[in-house]
């Protein structure tokens, strides 16, 4: 029989979506960024935001209690280290990620049901065999989809670097690397590396001028193509983030089998992909593989692979897993051609 503790361990549970939405309402106000001059009072910024004051200390009392900002007096208010990651200017922000979440992943989300019966994405119930084709019907979507995976790359980078070793590597290609936030991180640490971002020309523009930014387009260039029909053979090693996790398995192997063509045989395939646990327990990293297994159910069909299906992904595309690395969240996945 279930006990009242266990009952209200649920409840809160169930109301999680009030804590997205709280987070959301203070992104879009743009909150962090007016308090990371230091702490205001209700009413300034009520000004500020156009907000009813009454209603806004409500809302700030609410984000104090999750730890997005701190009482400082009677009704000032601080920043705290985690609110600051809401500031679009934070190097590790995830502004972005809160109103991406709010605004498209949880309407997905409010049809899970209809995906675990049927097994069929967001977009397939809808007649899109493609979810990516179906958001880019929303220009808007696609810009914040773009920016919020623009952070999600800039947190997982870090422990990239530090799980490998990219010193060894001649020329590598980032396949389906968007805006080159990776391999720009990954030429800057090292010099003498020559790229190739290779995606889809939308992504050129953006590409071209982040490059150029951070000083590497001299070693580091973008190529437009389509991963599903062919991938250029021109590097030594080749990288894909957070690719292969978006498809099932027939369009993951397309993908890895352009990818075996396009390198030589001494050459290096590197996946930075969460792995999923065989048997996930209640620990809050397994907890976050499950769900984004389930967003990847309900997005774009794809799925969180445990090691043993990546070996088994692996070897009907003429790779063999040598190692994974762990990195943070993600792992650092290396694979050579057989």
């Known amino acids: 029989m279930s006990s009242q503790v266990s009952a209200l361990r649920l409840f809160d549970l169930i109301q999680s979506q009030r804590v997205t939405a709280v987070i959301y309402v203070a992104a879009r106000l743009g909150l962090a960024e007016l308090l990371s001059y230091g702490p ?3 009413g300034k910024l009520a000004k500020a935001t156009g907000a009813d004051e009454r ?19 009677e009704d000032r208010y601080a920043l705290t280290d985690m609110g600051a990651c ?4 934070a190097t590790h922000s995830v502004k972005g990620w809160a109103i991406l979440e709010t605004e498209l992943i949880s309407k997905y989300w409010s049809g899970m049901l209809e995906s675990i019966m049927t097994g069929k994405t967001a977009a397939q119930l ?13 220009p808007e979507i696609v810009d914040k989809f773009n920016v919020a995976m623009v952070e999600l790359t800039r947190l997982v980078t870090p422990n990239v670097l ?5 010193s060894r590597i001649r ?3 980032d396949v389906g690397g968007g805006s080159g936030e990776l391999l720009g991180v ?6 003498k590396l020559r790229g190739t971002v290779f995606d889809l020309p939308r992504c050129a523009e953006a590409a071209s001028k982040h490059l150029r930014q ?6 580091v260039e973008f190529v437009a193509g389509d991963f599903f029909k062919a991938v250029p053979a021109i590097a030594d090693a080749i990288i894909l983030k957070s690719i292969i996790h978006d498809w099932d398995d027939a369009r993951s192997i397309a993908i890895l089998q352009n990818c075996r063509k396009a390198l030589p045989d001494a050459g290096k395939l590197l996946l930075v992909e969460r792995l999923m646990p065989e048997r996930p327990s209640m620990a809050d990293e397994d907890k976050e593989q499950a769900l984004s297994d389930l967003n990847m159910l309900r997005g774009p069909g794809g799925l969180e692979r445990t090691e043993r299906q990546y070996r088994e992904l692996f070897g009907q595309s003429s790779f063999d897993l040598v190692t994974s690395y762990p990195a943070g969240r993600f792992n650092v996945i290396e694979a050579r051609p057989i």
């Open 40 to 42: 205001q009072t209700v």
């Open 55 to 73: 209603s806004l200390g409500r809302l700030l009392t609410a984000l104090s209690t999750i730890g997005i900002c701190s009482r400082t007096g």
């Open 86 to 89: 809401l500031d679009s200017s």
């Open 126 to 138: 809808q007649g899109v065999d493609d979810s990516f084709e179906l958001m880019g019907r929303t």
């Open 162 to 166: 530090q799980s490998y070793d990219f």
């Open 171 to 173: 020329h590598l290609m």
């Open 186 to 191: 990954i030429a800057q640490q090292n010099s």
């Open 214 to 219: 951070i000083g590497v387009d001299d070693r």
